[in-house]
């Protein structure tokens, strides 16, 4: 069973930083990509930022701007999601998911989800 634990999130002042991780654990056949996501109370689940498995495309939602940085180890199998200059918008549920190439979809798998919360 593929499990994905994230840990990291927090409460934080306006031009904080966060470091979010993500730790992957089961049979994962072929693991392409992992990324996050997250979702504001009354609001859709966006994309964040991505990241190949192998190879170093990434690739970051257009609110990021600079501010956010994905990357991972993949002898952990974990990936981060460093958060700098953070707003109060930012505040949100953060999900970590990953994507199976052998798994027919999108990304197959997700995390419970961290919550970040960023203050005035």
């Known amino acids: 069973q593929v499990q994905l634990i994230e840990s990291g999130g927090g409460l934080v002042q306006a031009g904080g930083s966060l470091r979010l991780s993500c730790a992957a654990s089961?049979?994962?056949?072929?693991?392409?990509?992992m990324g996050w996501f997250r979702q504001a109370p009354g609001k859709e689940r966006e994309f964040v930022a991505r990241?190949?498995?192998?190879?170093?495309?990434?690739n970051y939602g257009d609110f990021v701007k600079d501010r956010f940085t994905i990357s991972r180890d993949k002898a952990r199998r974990t990936v981060f999601l460093q958060m700098n200059s953070l707003k109060p918008e930012d505040t949100a549920v953060y999900y970590c998911?990953?994507?199976?190439?052998?798994?027919?979809?999108?990304?197959?798998?997700w995390g419970q989800g961290t919550q970040v919360t960023v203050s005035l």
């Open positions: 990241i190949l498995w192998d190879g170093d495309v990434v």
């Open positions: 089961g049979r994962i056949v072929n693991l392409y990509r």
């Open positions: 998911a990953a994507d199976d190439r052998d798994v027919l979809g999108g990304f197959d798998y």
